[in-house]
DNA sequence: ATGCCGAGAATATCTCGA
């Protein structure tokens, strides 16, 4: 079985390189990030006819998740219970989307096996400045995800998977060159702090050792061609289900050519 | 090589992204 998350940067404008995507490696469930679209500008029909269901919350042209499915999907959560508000009136916003998929027809019999995983694609705050109120926003938001992953990891056996763009460089070798990050969101230290405690929680992030590349490059300044990039998009997994993860790799083609998002694919396979 | 910002809404220029 085989798993994935990207910030396609608009659904709509992407749609095309991320049907051949799945088509291509073979996902069973795409995490998506920054639709950017609501549910009824989603275009649903291209991801059916590739034999895909779509779950998709969205609320306007910001953030906006979608998760994309070749199992059946069984339950769908638009938000985690702690997830705080921003703005004024305060929004809920479009950043969580946990989907529940049945994995009985991806995966071999066998005893005690779980029968289904939760996907959860995240659109972490970006921060803005770590002045701004939105990096405050984006720490309270973290904080209050963990919170809530420790309920849900009280049951040993929870096959969950928190992916996404988690808008945080969890270590120096994660930027290009970190003295350009001097006093930036993305490096900071609370917010390493907020990402590196889901692991003290016993999530584990299945990718770091499994994957050395960036996934984000900027589109300006030839952040691609120079390879100056990022590495933000993470995959955590309750302990039960990092057991059974047997590869990662990043789609790194997918941040070449015209029309390609600025974030790449994160795959993940799991026995 | 992969190439110098892209997307969406509103409507010409703004917000947002990391």
Redesign the pocket.
């Known amino acids: 079985m085989r798993f994935a998350t990207w ?1 396609v ?6 749609v095309d390189r991320v049907i051949a995507f799945l088509e291509r490696s073979g996902t069973d469930v795409l995490a998506m ?2 639709i ?3 549910p009824d ?1 989603f275009p649903i029909a291209p991801f059916e006819a590739a034999g895909y269901q779509v779950a998709i919350h969205g609320l ?4 906006g998740v979608a998760v994309a499915s070749r199992l059946p999907i069984v339950e769908t959560q638009d938000h985690f219970l702690t997830q705080p508000a921003f ?1 004024e009136p305060p929004v809920i916003e479009a950043r969580a989307l946990g989907v529940t998929v049945d994995t009985t027809e991806a995966l071999p019999a066998r005893d005690q096996q779980a029968s289904s995983m939760t996907i959860w694609s995240l ?7 770590v002045t701004h109120a ?1 990096y405050a926003y984006k720490l309270e938001w973290l904080a209050n995800l963990a919170e809530q992953g420790r309920s849900w990891l009280a049951d040993p056996a929870a096959q969950i998977a928190l992916v996404g ?1 988690w ?1 945080v ?1 969890p270590l120096d070798e994660d ?1 290009w060159d970190v003295d350009a990050f001097e006093g ?3 490096v900071s230290a609370p917010e390493r702090e907020a990402f590196a405690a889901f692991a003290a929680d016993g999530w584990v992030e299945v990718t770091r050792e499994r994957v050395t590349n960036y996934t ?7 952040r ?4 100056e990039g ?1 590495r ?1 998009d993470f995959a955590y997994c309750s302990p039960a289900l990092a057991a059974r993860v047997s590869a990662a790799h990043i789609d790194r ?1 997918e ?9 790449v694919p994160v795959i993940v396979d799991v026995n």
């Open positions: 910030n940067n608009s659904i709509r404008t992407r990030q920054e950017k679209c609501r500008q306007n042209q910001w953030n703005g659109y972490v705050p970006n921060g803005r400045e939105h763009d808008n460089a930027v930036a969101t993305h984000y490059w900027d589109y300006q300044k030839l691609f061609p120079k390879n990022m933000i083609d941040r070449k050519g015209k029309g390609a998002s600025d974030h």
